[in-house]
Nanobody, 115 residues
């Protein structure tokens, strides 16, 4: 079973930036499309960014132009660069596959955008 460990969250002011990382155990990582999800209090978990095994990215409209997903298959790691953060980006962020086959969820990393 692949293990996922997210890191990089924190408290940031509106307009600030954070870079999240997600390390996956196992080389099987490289053949899967990966995604960053987030769950805000009282809301369902949503997929905000995905990246194919070949590096093609896609985003939900609310983060387009502000977030950038990338991956390093040699390091079994996927990243999420978040710029111009807004209060509505406050959530716990998770990574997982962007496919029908989901791995066990990690603990996530909290992102809080507040002045």
């Amino acid at each position: 079973q692949v293990q996922l460990v997210e890191s990089g969250g924190g408290l940031v002011q509106p307009g600030g930036s954070l870079r999240l990382s997600c390390a996956a155990s196992g080389s099987i990582f490289r053949i899967y499309a990966m995604g960053w999800y987030r769950q805000a209090p009282g809301k369902q978990r949503e997929l905000v960014a995905g990246i194919t095994s070949g590096g093609t990215a896609n985003y939900v409209d609310s983060v387009k132009g502000r977030f950038t997903i990338s991956r390093d298959n040699a390091k079994n790691t996927v990243y999420l660069q978040m710029n111009n953060l807004k209060s509505e980006d406050t959530a716990v962020y998770y990574c997982n596959t962007d496919s029908r086959v989901l791995w066990r969820w990690g603990q996530g990393t909290q992102v809080t955008v507040s002045s």
